[in-house]
């Protein structure tokens, strides 16, 4: 039966690594690994702008501290679950230790449909999550970033709400990491996520042998993400036959004009009906034949019923958990290389981070460092899983959990065992 959420995922992929570590740790080390350090669920009622309360439920989790503060993004979809949250925060873990980033697994959500609100009402929605949330976000023990749902302007509005409760200019410390470079955010952090699923692949496609330049490539979802994604590989060379969004699918066999679809999508909210392309299905683009899958949408995308279809050489996994346990041993079996999401989307944490240090020291850098930091990161991290996994004769997911899970154990036992 496949694992079809974001929690089941995270907690398989969690077991092969324990699997693989536990006669160098133990099983009482790693069991303090597998359940979240804290979930807080609670509840928001602001008055919006039509007069009326309305009552939104929200949860944060903090999955894990060891390596330092819980860091993780706030989800605004409909259907996030405390379930959803406590995935995304694990997977965060995994992640930040993977990139060697002295953070924890953290990861906010809020019931609300971001379409169904004016920006009024979003941003009185947003300031009301922060008073509710505001003894949970500190630079030391939680730090949120955007996520589906939610943008740069949004966590704007939570360091002005912080400051506001404080009497204060400006937050002392780094609260919150992805907002408008004006308050102290930084150069590049909007793209960071994009930018590293280019790098990785790029890396990737050396390794398998593969050209960049004329290879053919599926992209799946068209937010910041998947279109910073889609620009950077077009950019190389790179012909992109299909992509999708939310609202609908387009192919065109001979390459989509990325920078002119690009255009279209600012300025009709979507990829449909863009020139010259054709409508497409959006679950069986997926299985178009391709060089190169980039998965830049939800999780679950690739199942156990799914995958036998799917051609592509490579799978780029720019979103959290797209692939499903048993859809991965399905596509491993067929020798597709997956770059695992804990490495190849972890462009955003590692620009978060930096952002983190810019305003806990008060300094400024501008996009080409911060362009340069994150490639050198992306490279070192990309070739430590690589040769690991050519080591052990592993999976490329199964060496990065290794490595994540590796980490976060010997920082435990750095700490000691008594409280």
């Known amino acids: ?53 309305r009552v939104f439920k929200a949860y944060i989790v903090r999955h894990n501290d060891a390596m330092g503060p819980s860091k993780g993004g706030i989800r605004m979809t409909p259907g996030v679950t405390l379930a959803d949250v406590t995935g995304l925060a694990m997977e965060m873990t995994w992640k930040c230790a993977l990139m060697g980033l002295p953070f924890g697994g953290g990861k906010s959500g809020i019931v ?39 943008n740069e302007a949004d966590m704007g509005y939570i360091k002005d709400t912080i400051a506001y409760s404080e009497g204060v200019s400006s937050t002392h410390g780094c609260y ?4 408008p470079v004006i308050l102290g955010g930084i150069p590049g952090r909007r793209e960071a996520t994009g930018s590293g699923v280019v790098m990785t692949t790029v ?44 609202n609908g699918a387009v192919r065109n066999d001979a390459g989509l004009d990325i920078p002119a679809m690009i255009a279209h999508e600012a300025a009709s909210g979507g990829v449909s009906n863009f020139a010259p392309s054709e409508a497409c299905d959006g679950k069986e683009m997926l299985e178009l034949p391709c060089d190169l899958l980039v998965l830049a949408a939800a999780e679950s995308q690739i199942t156990e019923e799914s995958a036998p279809r799917i051609s592509a050489k490579l799978i780029a996994e720019g979103a959290n958990s797209p692939i499903t ?23 955003g944490v590692f620009v978060s981070y930096l952002e983190y240090t810019q305003e806990t020291q008060n300094e400024q850098m ?10 050198e990161r992306m490279s070192r991290r990309f070739a430590e899983v690589s040769t690991l996994a050519k080591e052990k004769n592993l999976h490329m997911r199964d060496a990065a959990m290794y490595l994540a899970l ?10 000691g065992t008594l409280p």
């Open 203 to 246: 890396k990737a496609m050396e390794k398998l042998g593969m050209n960049v330049e004329g290879a053919r490539a599926v992209v799946q979802g068209f937010g910041n993400v998947g279109s910073v994604a889609a620009k950077g590989l077009y950019d190389l060379g790179v012909k992109i036959i299909a992509v999708s969004d939310l």
């Open 112 to 150: 609300a449909d971001h379409h169904d609100l004016c920006e009024h009402d979003k941003e009185t929605l947003i300031r009301s999550f922060t008073r509710g949330a505001h003894r949970h976000i500190d630079p030391q023990i939680y730090i949120p970033a955007p996520d589906m749902g939610t």
């Open 325 to 347: 346990p048993a859809a991965d041993e399905i596509l491993a079996a067929k020798g597709v290389e997956i770059i695992p999401d804990i490495l190849c989307n972890a462009g």
């Open 406 to 415: 590796r980490n976060v154990c010997n920082a435990l036992i750095a700490r």
């Open 176 to 179: 919150v990491t992805g907002k």
């Open 366 to 375: 501008t996009e080409q460092q911060v362009h340069q930091r994150l490639a």
């Open 1 to 53: 039966m496949s694992r079809d959420t974001i929690l089941d995922n995270a907690q398989a992929n969690y077991l092969r690594a324990k699997e693989m570590l536990c006669s160098e740790f133990g099983e009482g080390l790693l069991s303090k690994i597998q359940e979240p350090k804290e979930r807080i669920e609670f509840r928001i009622g602001p008055q919006l702008r039509d007069g009326k309360i």
